[in-house]
């Protein structure tokens, strides 16, 4: 007789109603998309037809863990540890997930059989009219009955066979019709030890299903109770380490949500952004296309400028060629083949006209050159609301219209920097207005001409170029400033290099008596006294200039040069306000 058992893990029961039996996803192999044969489930939990598993291709990995690595839940777990040593290990990748599956000993057929799978597959067998079902006992005919105590498919012939069989007279027969309501089909697992046994009890200490003959064998002395017992313990361990996975399994699904909630904000951002840059990039192509235009059209009219200007100057001078061309030539005639007579009665005209044309100014240079330059570097203001670069000039710097400014240019101090300032200009006295010109300058000590001072050029962008050099010793220094080879005004110019600037060593002060707070002592550069003993000066008092002046020297001027060279004994005395 069948034992009974109690529904705790999902055994025979009915569907409920409106539940769409059956799931192709747990029937079908995901490597060969058939209905699983000979299914085998991986540690990871994804079950492979054991064919399929045979073709993928292995690879060994070391496996440090020592002993033998057992991933079957029908082999031992309770083994005697080995030393740890590193064994090559046989092992295949999860064809769904690419987990890594460490082989058993046994290779593919050693890992755990997936009965559920075999079950659902049943299952749908079944709810396809019975195709491709057969019978358990011949293999030949289609299932038509099955026997619910032997939980086995039979043919017709079979079942009439198994009616006639007196141990099997009084099982009950039900058809396959019948059965297509119920979510499981309970066939018997056979041992794989013994195929005539149907494992029905647990052995606790090997941790595995056990059949009669098991018991009494190699499980003999190990505890072994009935599986409809076994299940209670160890399916509630199972629904406790579920408990514990199910929170994961909402949070990553949360997680997964949120992720693609970020995903579609971060396209649409994308998209949006894209949006951006294709708008800015597109006014900034018709920016830059209107300022290309703008220029040609700007170079265009500095072409008809020019050429206007050299015709009209053509035609000019070559008017004025026709008519000294003219006078030359009736003059010449009259002077070889007039007579004196002849000579003397056109003199007249003939010599005013040639004074005339000889007054007439005239340039031998055409009016205006080619020179026609683009810095595409330069900026050309707004156009469209986008700062837009790129200028066409037709100035050309003229040297002899270039100025030099600064306060240093005749005066310098040794060891200390001087600078002045180049400004360009063109022909027409009108600043550049942009750098790139080659401002060439030589500072040489008069006294060693082969001893250049180094000097620093600096290029403001704005036609002016700031020039600065350091002298190392005082004397008589020639600066030479040259643009295109050629001196600008006022160059070469000559620089007295002096001594290095001398710091007042008295104090700046209105009278002796305030600075040094009432010292008769304290003494003064500007000669001034007081009565009652006081050799400094004093506010309205004989010597006082009736101004503020330094102490050391009496100059006026607070930021100025120290000119006092009095004695020791003087310089004490002065010296005195400034401690005080």
């Excluded at 020019?306 to 060629?321: F, H, P, V, Y």
């Excluded at 000294?324 to 070889?336: K, W, Y």
Aim: glycine share 10%.
């Amino acid at each position: 007789m069948a034992e009974k058992r109690k529904p705790l893990l999902g055994f025979v029961g009915k569907l409920p109603s409106g539940t769409t039996p059956g799931n192709s996803g747990k029937t079908r192999c995901p490597l060969c998309m058939g209905l699983f044969k000979a299914p085998r489930l991986l540690p990871c939990l994804h079950t492979v037809c054991t064919t399929c598993l045979e073709q993928l291709e292995p690879f060994s990995v070391v496996d440090i863990r020592g002993g033998d690595s057992d991933t079957s839940s029908e082999g031992s777990v309770f083994q005697e540890l080995k030393p740890r040593t590193l064994q090559p290990q046989i092992g295949i990748l999860c064809p769904v997930c690419d987990a890594q599956v460490d082989l058993p000993t046994g290779g593919v057929k050693a890992l755990t059989i997936d009965h559920l799978a075999m079950n659902d597959v049943m299952l749908e067998s079944l709810r396809g009219e019975g195709q491709g079902l057969v019978c358990d006992l011949c293999s030949d005919r289609e299932v038509e009955k099955r026997c619910q105590t032997c939980k086995a498919n039979l043919c017709h012939f079979c079942c009439q066979a198994h009616r006639r069989q007196k141990k099997t007279t009084y099982h009950t027969m039900v058809d396959l019709k019948d059965l297509k309501g119920y979510s499981q089909m309970g066939k018997p697992i056979p041992c794989p030890a013994h195929p005539a046994e149907e494992l029905r009890r647990f052995c606790e200490l090997c941790d595995q299903p056990v059949c009669r003959d098991c018991v009494v064998g190699e499980h003999r002395e190990h505890p072994c109770e009935l599986t409809s017992s076994a299940v209670h313990k160890h399916g509630d361990s199972m629904r406790e380490l579920l408990k514990g996975t199910q929170p994961h399994v909402e949070a990553l699904e949360k997680a997964l949500a949120q992720i693609e909630g970020t995903n579609g904000a971060l396209r649409e951002r994308v998209e949006a952004v894209a949006a951006d840059i294709r708008t800015f990039s597109e006014g900034y192509i018709r920016a830059i296309e209107e300022h290309r235009d703008k220029l040609l059209k700007q170079l265009e009219d500095i072409r008809i400028q020019k050429e206007n200007s050299l015709q009209l100057q053509k035609a000019q001078l070559q008017q004025l060629l026709a008519d000294m061309r003219t006078g030359v030539e009736f003059t010449e005639r009259l002077l070889t083949s007039g007579s004196d007579l002849e000579i003397l009665i056109t003199k007249g005209v003939v010599m005013e006209r040639l004074t005339k044309l000889n007054k007439v100014a005239y340039s031998a240079r055409p009016g205006v050159n080619e020179k026609i330059t683009f810095s595409p570097k330069e900026k050309a203001g707004l156009c469209r609301g986008y700062e837009v670069y790129g200028a066409i000039s037709t100035k050309e710097v003229d040297p002899a219209k270039c100025v030099l400014q600064g306060e240093d240019l005749h005066r310098a101090r040794e060891k200390q920097t001087a600078s002045f300032t180049v400004i360009c200009k063109d022909a027409a006295g009108e600043s550049m207005g942009r750098g790139g010109e080659n401002i060439q300058v030589a500072v040489v000590p008069k006294d060693k001409k082969d001893s250049p001072v180094k000097t620093m050029v600096h290029d403001n962008k704005d036609g002016t170029y700031y020039v600065s050099y350091t002298p190392k010793e005082p004397g008589i220094y020639t600066v030479f400033v040259c643009v295109k080879e050629q001196h600008v005004q006022g160059s070469p110019f000559t620089v007295t290099v002096r001594k290095r600037h001398r710091s007042h060593p008295g104090v700046f002060h209105c009278c002796t008596f305030c600075s040094s707070g009432g010292q008769k002592t304290a003494r003064c550069a500007c000669g001034g006294t007081m009565p009652g003993g006081y050799l400094g000066c004093g506010h309205g008092h004989k010597g006082h200039p009736g101004r503020p002046h330094w102490s050391c020297c009496g100059k006026f001027t607070e930021k100025s040069e120290c000119t006092w060279a009095g004695g020791q004994s003087a310089a004490r005395s002065l010296l005195r306000t400034v401690a005080l």
